[in-house]
């Protein structure tokens, strides 16, 4: 992984990277700050290590946040202002699609923000920015419209369409997402940047941290998707940790379409016995939860010991009733998800739920792009997660 004063000794050779330059739209000012605190430490290391640091002008900084202003008037158009020069930056724009806490008024009335009203601001900022920057970069840790990413009848194909758009008309260089519901969909931008990257070694970091008594092998462990789609970031999972993989298939109504979808009949699975196993259930995300809770409650019925749920976005978007009852009937036991969503103040304060954070690894990011070094080491975290395990004694 690339330092601060890698970058220092690569700029002296004659290697510039751009001016730097983070914007967080609405919702994204906590994790933004986050960020932006771990890269002002690594440069102003580099800078007081370096006699000769003599870098060009705006490399080190207070801070590297763009402020941004997306005003809107009484019928709820909007427009983006930008209060500072972009010209010749990287610009990195945080865009969190699913905050519904972001509100707006409308006619007087206070409107809760949707994706799309997230997805307008975005488009907004890049238009406001004229073509000036050097470069653009759009971190959307979950991928908007990312589950409308195949057609099955007359349908819209808003992934793709919303991904043309930013890189084809608005000029964007790279999208970086975290976990996408299918990875397949950067096939509409071919020659642009699409990161996918993976919260694992995060994921992992937290479980070892949050809970007792873990034992990361065959005879105490098992990773279970649940669902067929899943089982690529399962196998992962088992992979890395050296346990056995299992799966749930969704036998699903097809006769009929509730909420815009296939309702499930029932939750079938495909693995070894799970009597007295600590069972790791991991997904992309947790919409309504009820596919957990079924997924939960059938493993405990097979006499599994520990449930534990890994999902890098908690949505929750029927409420936390439902989580709360089955961790006071031992259904699970702690929830993980990363800090890259909106969570709501009740999901924080609940003891079944742990929060990963994420910042440090997207501030990585966002140095690594700024200074033109690869980002293989950060894509793939597997030497990080053995000896993070070797550390802590579970991996010979």
């Not at 990312?146 to 000029?171: F, P, V």
């Not at 975290?178 to 969909?185: E, G, I, L, P």
């Not at 690529?232 to 799966?247: E, H, K």
């Amino acid at each position: 992984m690339s330092t601060a004063n890698d970058s220092a000794k690569k700029m002296r050779s004659g290697q510039v990277a751009g001016k730097l330059g983070i914007i967080a739209l609405p919702g994204c000012e906590e994790i933004a700050k986050k960020i932006d605190k771990y890269i002002v430490n690594w440069r102003s290391e580099a800078l007081n290590s370096d006699e000769n640091s003599l870098l060009f002008e705006g490399y080190y900084k207070d801070s590297y946040i763009i402020k941004t202003n997306l005003p809107r008037f009484g019928t709820g158009e909007a427009k983006a202002v930008i209060n500072q020069s972009v010209r010749g930056y990287d610009i990195f724009i945080l865009i969190d699609a699913f905050n519904y806490s972001e509100t707006f008024s409308m006619h007087g009335i206070e409107v809760p923000m949707s994706p799309d009203d997230h997805f307008n601001n975005l488009k907004r900022v890049i238009a406001a920015m004229g073509g000036k920057p050097r470069r653009i970069t759009v971190i959307m840790p979950m991928l908007y419209e990312g589950r409308q990413h195949k057609r099955t009848s007359r349908e819209s194909l808003d992934c793709a369409m919303a991904l043309s758009e930013l890189c084809n008309l608005y000029n964007v260089d790279s999208i970086l997402t975290v976990d996408a519901h299918d990875a397949r969909v950067q096939n509409a931008i071919p020659l642009k940047g699409f990161e996918n990257v993976s919260p694992v070694y995060q994921m992992i970091k937290s479980f070892v941290k949050n809970v007792d008594n873990i034992h990361l092998d065959k005879e105490h462990t098992l990773i279970v998707s649940p669902d067929e789609g899943g089982m690529s970031r399962c196998i992962y999972y088992a992979t890395v940790l050296g346990l056995d993989v299992g799966m749930f298939y969704k036998r699903r109504d097809y006769s009929t379409i509730v909420n815009g979808r296939n309702p499930i009949i029932s939750h079938e699975f495909l693995g070894d016995d799970v009597k007295g196993m600590d069972v790791m259930v991991v997904d992309d995300m947790i919409s309504s939860g009820d596919s957990m809770i079924e997924v939960a409650t059938r493993l405990k019925e097979k006499g599994a010991k520990r449930i534990f749920i890994f999902s890098s976005f908690g949505i929750f978007c029927e409420g936390l009733n439902s989580f709360d009852k089955a961790y006071d009937a031992g259904l699970i036991t702690k929830v993980f998800t990363t800090n890259l969503i909106y969570r709501s103040p009740e999901l924080k304060a609940r003891p079944w739920y742990v929060e990963v954070d994420m910042s440090k690894y997207i501030a990585y990011f966002i140095d690594n792009i700024n200074n033109e070094h690869s980002l293989a080491t950060l894509l793939n975290p597997v030497d990080r997660i053995n000896s993070f395990l070797k550390k802590n004694g579970l991996k010979d």
